[in-house]
């Protein structure tokens, strides 16, 4: 059994709790951690229809220990996007991420959505990441070569929802 609880109501302390996550896994940008905040800003302004973003944050004793948040690609028929996943480097390695990322995929699978797909980085070290989206069934699908940077290039996981 999980240790973890999720939960997906936005609160006020996450965005700078959970930027602060992703800044200590160590391999996102600052100007990619700065979407943390902005789009949870916008979930708890005009809630989830109306941005576009669900959240889920995984959680023990200890507080957040996790968090992914997805939903629906804009002008795609029901076409789901995994924007962001990271757990806290306390507690990588013990299932938050799997949860995480089945729980986005049942509940995108609960709302009508056909396929999620996972955009990330080929260049950077992002391998526990691959590993996970191979080991809940995200294939990989698609590569695009020095996508952003010279070197480093786009890599899409992800497919079909099988509870869709
Ligand atoms: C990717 C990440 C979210 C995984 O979270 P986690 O809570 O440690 O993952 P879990 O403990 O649920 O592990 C689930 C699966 O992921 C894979 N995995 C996780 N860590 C791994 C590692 N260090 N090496 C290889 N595979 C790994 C395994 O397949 C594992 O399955 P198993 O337990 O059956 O072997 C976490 O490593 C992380 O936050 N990384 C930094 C942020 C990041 O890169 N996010 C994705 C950006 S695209």
């Known amino acids: 059994m999980s240790a973890f609880r999720l939960r ?82 306390r507690a990588q390695g013990c299932g938050a991420g799997r949860l995480l990322l089945t729980e986005s995929a049942r509940r995108a699978a609960a709302e009508g959505a056909t396929h999620l797909f996972i955009e990330t980085e080929t260049g950077k070290d992002y391998t526990p990441a691959h590993h996970l989206y191979e080991a809940c069934g995200f294939p990989l699908i698609a590569t695009v070569p020095d996508y952003y940077r010279e070197g480093s290039g786009k890599a899409i996981y992800g497919g079909p929802l099988s509870g869709g």
């Open 8 to 89: 997906d109501r936005v609160q006020a302390e996450d965005v700078m709790v959970l930027a602060a996550i992703a800044r200590a896994c160590g391999n996102f940008a600052e100007d990619e951690i700065a979407f943390v905040p902005e789009i949870l800003a916008q979930l708890a302004a005009e809630g989830e229809a109306k941005s576009g973003y669900r959240l889920l944050v995984a959680e023990d004793d200890q507080g957040a220990a996790g968090f992914a948040i997805y939903g629906p690609i804009p002008a795609t028929d029901h076409r789901y996007d995994l924007y962001w996943i990271a757990t806290d480097p």
